[in-house]
């Protein structure tokens, strides 16, 4: 073989083994994208407190899944003692996925005691833990990125900073290879506040905002069985959620504006009542629905919350019926 060619064979040699040290590096190494914690200020006085309080119990929920709740009680009530101390959902069935919703009272050893305000924020929005772990998104972080405003992010972090501190660590969520790639690449820095939420005076916008931030969404959409979003299936349900001690799973109602399939026929009082008592439109309890939760939302900001519901646009998708087995 000729000398040149020999070089040129070793060239694309380098380049090739360059190009799979590179993949390796992003596959292994590659931290989630995340910028310093920044610099903020809680505040402590009454106002802030309570609004947060409204925030984190009953339109983010956030207590919903950073607490031990007991599912076999109608509306996921908190188990006593537990709120806001941490959460382990188990492993996601069928994926090497275990998740656990970490410890958000002011604890210092197993709760949120040592962060900084800027380091909760960062987790909050940005998807990166005080350590530089990148966050499982089915905590809310991309859409919190895009609906909590500075304001309302410190005034959540006032409220949480009130919190009983509880000594309890749920672990760490557990992601193994290859979908621990494909999370790193989920958090970005946030590079400007949202804008401040919505005010009730502006219902509509306000109804998105909240419909948003609540996250009816994460468990309303359509998903295929590897739980990935269907496109074009917003709010179309069928989500299955098994129930603890085999007593059988929720399934997602398709809350889209159908009339025949979703929530189209429904009058308001009726959506209003599976939102403040947790029955279906048929009657019966729902399961795995955290209604207790949005249950203590004002009357205004239901009102506008099931006006933007019906905006979804309809989707024909019968949903097959839960079925669970009510404790004894
Ligand atoms: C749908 C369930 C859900 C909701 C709602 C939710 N979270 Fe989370 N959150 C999680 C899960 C699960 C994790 C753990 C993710 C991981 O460790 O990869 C988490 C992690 C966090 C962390 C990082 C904890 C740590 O130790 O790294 C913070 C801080 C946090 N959430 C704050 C909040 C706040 C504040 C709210 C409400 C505004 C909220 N979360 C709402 C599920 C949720
Ligand atoms: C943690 C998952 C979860 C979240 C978050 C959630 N839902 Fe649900 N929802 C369910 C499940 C599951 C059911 C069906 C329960 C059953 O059949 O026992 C349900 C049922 C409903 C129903 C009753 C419809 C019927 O079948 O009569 C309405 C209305 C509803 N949800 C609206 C909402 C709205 C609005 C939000 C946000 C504010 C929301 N849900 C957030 C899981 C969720």
Not at 107 to 118: P, Q, V
Not at 266 to 278: C, F, H, K, Q
Request: with cysteine; charged share 25%.
């Amino acid at each position: 073989m000729k000398k040149t060619v020999k070089r040129v064979l070793a060239g694309v040699g380098a380049a090739i083994v360059l190009a799979i040290t590179a993949v390796i590096v992003n596959f292994y190494v590659l931290s989630p994208k995340s910028r310093p914690a920044p610099v903020m200020s809680a505040p402590t006085n009454a106002e802030a407190i309570a609004r947060g309080r409204y925030l984190v119990h009953h339109v983010a929920a956030c207590v919903g899944c950073h607490s031990q709740i007991d599912d076999a009680v109608p509306g996921e009530p908190v188990v006593e003692g537990k709120l806001g101390a941490g959460r382990d959902f188990g492993e996601v069935p069928g994926s090497p996925v275990h998740i656990r919703a970490g410890n958000l009272t002011p604890d210092s050893e197993t709760g949120i005691g040592g962060w900084t305000d800027g380091e909760v924020a960062r987790a909050t929005r940005e998807g990166v833990s005080k350590n530089g772990r990148g966050l499982f998104p089915q905590m809310p972080y991309t859409t919190y990125r895009e609906t909590l405003s500075d304001g309302d992010m410190l005034d959540i972090i006032a409220y949480l900073r009130t919190l009983e501190p509880v000594k309890n660590d749920p672990g760490t969520t557990s992601v193994s290879f290859p979908i621990s790639m494909f999370l790193r690449a989920v958090p970005k820095p946030l590079d400007a506040s949202p804008p401040p939420s919505p005010s009730p005076s502006d219902k509509l916008a306000r109804g998105r905002w909240l419909l948003r931030t609540a996250s009816c969404n994460d468990c309303h959409d359509s998903v295929d069985d590897k739980m990935r979003k269907i496109d074009g299936m917003a709010f179309a349900g069928g989500m299955k959620f098994p129930l603890a001690n085999g007593r059988g799973y929720a399934i997602a109602s398709n809350i889209t504006s159908d009339k025949a399939t979703g929530i189209g026929a429904y009058s308001d009082e009726d959506v209003r009542r599976a939102l403040e008592e947790g029955k279906g439109k048929d009657g019966r309890d729902l399961y795995a629905m955290p209604w207790s939760y949005y249950k203590g939302m004002t009357k205004e900001d239901k009102d506008a919350l099931i006006a933007a519901l019906r905006e979804v646009p309809p989707i024909a998708n019968i949903v097959p019926p839960s079925a669970v087995t009510a404790k004894k």
